[in-house]
């Protein structure tokens, strides 16, 4: 019991910045929670947090842990709504965000099945690619890609997001395939970003990422737009396996480099940290999780992990 309520003190406490804070939810003083954060501290035999008089952070090891603590409670508070939950009905408000892509590609699709299956819960779906302020916006929970999101949010991993690099057949055929990552600059490759900010592909190469910056004649700050032009066969694009699988099962684009690839990222729901979650919101996250998974559901493509 004291393990748990020192992993609760230290979640609350870097979740919500600082001890009065963490204190007031918690419904203790500042004193006890600072007691209780000294004590994991020196069973754990490392530093968590760098306290000050004026500002609270994260150690390098603090933020790991702290991933894995909120994972752990997440699944704690789960585990009790199965069981006291178990035979009531969903029902209420689920406000959820998503990136505009994948959203209407892997979220909307879906959700008609979800609600027909619970018909007492109604979903709000916002599609933006910004990062969305879920407690100022007042959303429940949102999709993000890559691990983008702030430590104060608890996230559950989804799916695993691939990047491949990929062609259209025809223009394989026109200008050959690449062997090696320094072939890349013979090729034409659809850049994301604006004309003088792109962000370079991502590989791996005996063991180590490495960071190729490519040229091409062709450059939009939309990535459906490179995804469009590869399949126009305008040149070679670095794209997720989300949003190019269909294309690959029906060959209209091919896989290059597949020996350079990444392992791969996550996608993750994300949503603030709550002693409890509504059994509306961990019903959609179970749903998601298990459409994602469905054999066949990305296309046949896999890639190795390194």
């Known amino acids: 019991m004291d393990a748990f309520k020192q992993i609760a003190a230290f979640v609350a406490v870097a979740t919500q910045g600082g001890l009065s804070a963490a204190a007031r939810v918690e419904g203790v003083t500042p004193a006890i929670m600072g007691r209780r954060l000294d004590a994991l501290e020196a069973r754990l035999g490392v ?43 969903a029902s209420g408000h689920v406000r959820l965000t998503a990136p505009a892509g994948f959203g209407r590609r892997h979220v909307a699709p879906l959700l008609t099945a979800f609600c027909r299956q619970h018909p007492e819960v109604q979903v709000s779906l916002d599609l933006s690619d910004r990062m969305v302020d879920l407690v100022n916006e007042g959303m429940d929970c949102a999709i993000r890609i890559n691990g983008e999101h702030d430590h104060n949010l608890v996230s559950i991993k989804l799916a695993e997001n691939r990047r ?76 997720s396996l989300w949003e190019v699988g269909d294309d690959l099962r029906a060959g209209r684009l091919l896989t290059v480099l597949d020996a350079f690839r990444t392992p791969a990222s996550h996608i993750d729901m994300v949503f603030p940290q709550q002693r409890q979650m509504p059994l509306r919101v961990r019903l959609l996250i179970d749903y998601l999780k298990a459409c994602y998974a469905a054999p066949g559901y990305w296309g046949t493509i896999t890639a190795p992990d390194g």
């Open 164 to 239: 491949l690099v990929v062609a259209s057949p025809a223009y394989l055929a026109e200008r050959g395939t690449p062997q090696t990552l320094e072939d890349l600059s013979q090729h034409h490759c659809l850049l994301l970003g604006s004309s003088n900010q792109q962000r370079g592909w991502q590989f791996q190469r005996q063991g180590e990422r490495v960071t190729i910056k490519v040229q091409g004649p062709l450059c939009c700050n939309d990535g459906a737009v490179l995804h469009e032009w590869a399949l126009a066969g305008m040149g070679l694009a670095w794209r």
């Open 47 to 89: 530093k968590l947090l760098q306290r000050t008089t004026r500002r609270l952070s994260l150690t390098f090891e603090g933020s790991a842990f702290l991933e894995d603590c909120q994972r752990l409670l997440t699944d704690l508070a789960n585990a009790e709504a199965s069981v006291t939950l178990g035979s009531i009905r």
